[in-house]
């Protein structure tokens, strides 16, 4: 069976950071393509971040570019998200997911799409 549980959400002001993990069972993580989604209120389900399983390579939505980390630890089964320079743009609920599948150049292109998900969890940027 497979789980994602993510932690670390939470409120944090303006220009502040925040780390969010996901630890993750019941697959093959190593080869597993990680990665992060976040939903904004009255907003779509977007793209934020992966991390390719194999490779390593990393995947950015362009409005967390320079600003957010995806990193993935195969030895503990997890995946973390560094998030910098936090806007009230940023606040959502985020979701850990895995297993990409799909056609484009990686995660989160063309109609790559995650298999899995996480139950989401809440971070609020807000003074």
């Known amino acids: 069976q497979v789980q994602l549980v993510e932690s670390g959400g939470g409120l944090v002001q303006p220009g502040g950071s925040l780390r969010l993990s996901c630890a993750a069972s019941?697959?093959?993580?190593?080869?597993?393509?990680m990665g992060w989604y976040r939903q904004a209120p009255g907003k779509e389900r977007e793209f934020v971040a992966a991390?390719?399983?194999?490779?390593?390579?990393?995947f950015y939505a362009d409005s967390v570019k320079g600003r957010f980390t995806i990193s993935r630890d195969n030895a503990k089964n997890t995946i973390d998200l560094q998030m910098n320079s936090l806007t009230p743009e940023d606040t959502a609920i985020y979701y850990c997911?895995?297993?990409?599948?799909?056609?484009?150049?990686?995660?989160?292109?063309?109609?790559?799409?995650?298999?899995?998900w996480g139950p989401g969890i809440q971070v609020t940027v807000s003074s």
């Open positions: 997911t895995a297993e990409y599948e799909g056609v484009g150049r990686g995660p989160g292109t063309g109609t790559i799409r995650p298999r899995y």
């Open positions: 019941g697959f093959t993580f190593f080869s597993s393509d």
């Open positions: 991390v390719q399983g194999n490779s390593g390579i990393a």
